[in-house]
């Protein structure tokens, strides 16, 4: 079981009172108060060798997420079904992609790196001549190295900074991660930025950039 305090469930009124009225804020509750579910979901899915725990949380909280932005309640359904279905299909899709490519996934050229506030870098940009304001700086360097560099990275963060950049990576933005995680936005965008200055110093140290 996960080692972590979880909100309690809504209530029977508190449910109905947040799905007369789905602003993006209640449905941000809404994801906030069926993370058990995710968890208990999440937690079947722990047999596969390749999904760890923590890992399992952190993709059916992304399904989560996302059964609370699209769910309809003027459809015959409930959330905890549709949220449910969602988080499933997430899991499996997950391992599907797992089983399709041999292993965990690589993070692709023009996948984002967490940076500060809403901006954001791929490592394409990285690779850019005026990255950092210094012209041809990365023209030498191997893309595999860059991906490699970064795996490292991210392998080595632990916590709930990790869960912050798996759910950045995954497109999440920044006020959707706080409200999962249950901390304030600043707290998102500062473990952003710790982690970008990790992997800066992470290239520093293979002598890629100066």
């Known amino acids: 079981m996960l080692n972590i305090e979880l909100p309690e ?5 508190e449910m109905d009172a947040l799905l007369q ?24 899915f722990t047999s596969n060798p390749n999904l760890d725990e923590d890992e399992a949380f952190a993709i059916a909280s992304v399904g989560l997420v996302k059964a609370s932005r699209k769910f309809d309640p003027s459809r015959n ?5 549709y949220a449910t279905r969602c988080i499933q299909n997430e899991l499996n899709m997950y391992l599907r992609d797992l089983r399709r490519k ?22 394409e940009d990285i690779l850019s001549d005026n990255w950092y304001g210094h012209e041809n700086m990365f023209a030498e360097i ?9 795996n490292e990275s991210l392998q080595k963060t632990r916590g709930k900074t990790r869960d912050i ?12 991660i706080a ?15 710790r ?16």
């Open 9 to 13: 469930p809504l209530k029977t009124d």
């Open 21 to 44: 009225n789905l602003t993006p804020e209640n449905r941000n509750i809404l994801a906030e108060r069926f993370l058990r579910l995710a968890a208990k979901i999440a937690e079947k």
């Open 77 to 81: 359904i409930k959330f905890s079904t």
């Open 102 to 123: 041999g292993g965990p996934p690589t993070v692709s050229m023009n996948q984002e790196l967490p940076g500060s506030g809403d901006e954001a870098i791929t490592i």
């Open 142 to 150: 191997a893309v595999e190295d860059i991906i490699r560099l970064f």
């Open 165 to 176: 950049i798996l759910d950045r990576m995954r497109g999440m933005k920044q006020n959707d």
């Open 179 to 193: 409200a999962l995680r249950h901390c304030n936005q600043t707290y998102v965008s500062k473990a952003c930025s």
């Open 195 to 210: 982690f970008k200055k990790r992997f800066r110093e992470r290239l520093k140290k293979e002598g890629l950039i100066p």
